[in-house]
């Protein structure tokens, strides 16, 4: 049996893309809130944003990649260097084709994005749904990792 005390998923948690998934998908502020201690106490560095938007590259996208960068920065999870934007970058590219994957050119299009990152690893997660119109809801995820170098 599990001690009480212990956070849920705790011992599921070894890596920023698990850490990353985990976090994106909370949807309420108390589960959030859960989450980012069990993250803190486990030395990881993490920030969170939503976007929502057409799935049309131009709207979309650019949302996700202005948000992801402002997010990094303003937080501190990165430092203005450009291995750090690539990494980033690479790992929101990498997100991004997994909420794309077979969505309609017009559908909407809303996500909570979660950026963790350790001393090596960058991770970003998108979670959150697409439709065409309200009844038509999809769930969707996309989940990217690039290593931070040197």
Not at 4 to 33: H, I, K, P, W, Y
Not at 37 to 55: A, D, H, I, P
Request: glycine share 8%; aromatic share 4%; hydrophobic share 45%.
């Amino acid at each position: 049996m599990k001690d009480c005390n212990q956070a849920f998923m705790q011992d599921s948690v070894r890596s920023v893309g698990t850490a990353a998934m985990l976090l994106a998908l909370t949807r309420t502020m108390a589960d959030e809130e859960a989450v980012k201690r069990m993250l803190t106490g486990q030395g990881f560095r993490f920030v969170v944003t939503e976007v929502g938007g057409n799935s049309a590259v131009s709207e979309f996208q650019g949302k996700v990649t202005k948000s992801v960068l402002g997010a990094a920065l303003n937080s501190g999870i990165i430092s203005k260097t450009p291995t750090n934007y690539h990494a980033l970058l690479h790992a929101t590219d990498e997100a991004k084709r997994g909420i794309l994957v077979n969505v309609a050119s017009s559908a909407s299009i809303a996500v909570k994005i979660a950026i963790v990152r350790d001393e090596a690893w960058i991770a970003v997660a998108l979670f959150g749904e697409s439709a065409i119109h309200p009844l038509t809801n999809h769930e969707r995820a996309g989940l990217g990792l690039m290593h931070l170098g040197r």
